[in-house]
Nanobody, 116 residues
Framework: QVHLVESGGGLVQAGGSLRLSCVTS????????MAWYRQAPGKQRELVAS???????NFADSVRGRFTISRDNAKNTVSLQMTSLKPDDTAVYYC??????????WGRGTQVTVSS
């Protein structure tokens, strides 16, 4: 069982930055892939960024070049640095962990609101 706790959401003006963090209950090094998803009102949840245990990253086209994802195995934390934020980035952001043979785990989400 993996418990995930997100933090760092909030209200920011367009063009601003926010950093989201997700702390895992166990060793993050045992998790195959960590990711951030988001869900805006009336829309489906979508993948924002992911990072594997080997450090390979993947980004949605809409955030590539503006967001970065990193993981700190010593702190059992994955972070999402968001810059040049746009109103379209407004959503609830969820931390996700995938472990082979166990499946997906989800955090409760953190709200990010970008005002124009």
């Amino acid at each position: 069982q993996v418990h995930l706790v997100e933090s760092g959401g909030g209200l920011v003006q367009a063009g601003g930055s926010l950093r989201l963090s997700c702390v895992t209950s166990g060793s993050i090094s045992s998790i195959n892939r960590m990711a951030w998803y988001r869900q805006a009102p009336g829309k489906q949840r979508e993948l924002v960024a992911s990072i594997t245990s080997a450090g390979s990253t993947n980004f949605a086209d809409s955030v590539r070049g503006r967001f970065t994802i990193s993981r700190d195995n010593a702190k059992n934390t994955v972070s999402l640095q968001m810059t040049s934020l746009k109103p379209d980035d407004t959503a609830v952001y969820y931390c996700n962990a995938y472990k082979q043979y166990e499946g997906d785990y989800w955090g409760r989400g953190t709200q990010v609101t970008v005002s124009s």
